[in-house]
């Protein structure tokens, strides 16, 4: 059976392109043929302009097969961040589900993560970006209103930085706290493209997170239809060899566990 959900998806990629049929259908229609039973709308907070909830409403109604989350990906943009917090805190009730992520190391106006920055990186004390990178995360726990956090170690998105003892130790408070606010975190294959060539996270933090009994979500972070449910046929592999069999669904924020 194809993995039934893919939780992290762009419509609008990356600019306002507002909601629309000739929009989303077409992720409808990818999600159709890819098996999926669940996709979430997750663009960037900083389009939320683009973003129409009865749009989302008339999709439904035309797809009664399939299910669509109303999202967003909230991140600590330090132009657009405060304004699309007000902006999730607004449609919450409207909201089925928001990711938490960071994208910017604090100072820094350019998100960390565009691969053309891979030879800096490469250069640079990416343990200490990465502590930098923990404490943006905690901030954005801090201020609430997250249901998941999104690909939770991409600061090794460059593959530059292979640390002794491995990412466990780098994220071990951070899954603690993420276990004691009851959030869960997706699996990712984006990472597969990026790269450091891996899904987020790292197996090391699967794991840790599976010993805390973390429930996941997964994803594939599409930023066309194209891209919806990508590597699920890997991503399965990677489940299985794990041991995962069940994964957090959600509507209206509420979770409930669905088997795989
Ligand atoms: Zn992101
Ligand atoms: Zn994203």
Redesign the pocket.
Known sequence: MPLPIDYHNHPQAHSVKPYSPALLQPWADAARQRGLKEVAFTDHDRYHEGVDFGEIDRLRAANPDLKFLAGI?L?NDPVSGKAGRLWVEKNWERLDFVLG?A?YLPGDAEMFDQVSRKEEFSKRDVAADCARYVRELEGMIDRGGIDTL??LDLIKIHGVWHPEGGLRPHFAALLERIRREGLAIEISTAGWRKPVGEQYPHVDLIREAQRLGIPFTLAS?AHSCAQLAENYDRLSELLAGLGIREIAAYEKHRRRMIPI
């Open positions: 990906e991140d992520s994208h999104a690909h972070d």
